[in-house]
C-alpha cells in the first residue's frame, strides 16, 4: 500500500520546489515517481499535430522521487510521516503520525 495516493497534498522536501506544496495528479508506483501540480515545471517541445494544435513549447510537470515529498495531513496541516493502522474491520487505515488521525 502505498503511503501517498492521487490528489493527496504534498510538500516537496529536496530539490529546487522544496518546501512548496502541491495537489499530487498522479503516481507511477513501478518507477517510485509521482507528478504534483505546479511543481518540477519542465519545457517540452512539441511537433505540429494539425492546426488546431500547433507545435511549440508547453510546460508539463516533470516527475519527482516519491521520497523527496512529504504528504501534508489535511487534518492537522503538517507535512506529516505516514503510518498504517489495520481497523477491526481488517481495513488497512492511513494514520497521520503526528494527530493521529486516519487520512
Ligand atoms: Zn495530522
Given at each position: 500500500m502505498l503511503k501517498i495516493k492521487k490528489n493527496d497534498r504534498v510538500e516537496i522536501i529536496k530539490g529546487k520546489d522544496k518546501g512548496k506544496t502541491g495537489k499530487v495528479l498522479r503516481i507511477e508506483p513501478?518507477?517510485?515517481?509521482?507528478?504534483?501540480?505546479?511543481?518540477?515545471?519542465?519545457?517540452?517541445?512539441?511537433?505540429?499535430?494539425?492546426?488546431?494544435?500547433?507545435?511549440?513549447?508547453?510546460?508539463?510537470?516533470?516527475?519527482?522521487?516519491?521520497?523527496?515529498?512529504?504528504?501534508?495531513?489535511?487534518?492537522?496541516?503538517?507535512?506529516?510521516?505516514?503510518g498504517f493502522e489495520v481497523k477491526e474491520s481488517g481495513v488497512k487505515a492511513r494514520i497521520c503520525r503526528k494527530c493521529k488521525q486516519q487520512i
Open positions: 513501478a518507477r517510485n515517481r509521482l507528478y504534483v501540480e505546479g511543481i518540477n515545471i519542465v519545457k517540452k517541445h512539441t511537433r505540429q499535430q494539425d492546426q488546431n494544435m500547433p507545435g511549440g513549447i508547453i510546460k508539463k510537470e516533470g516527475p519527482i522521487i516519491i521520497s523527496n515529498v512529504k504528504l501534508v495531513c489535511p487534518n492537522c496541516g503538517k507535512a506529516a510521516r505516514v
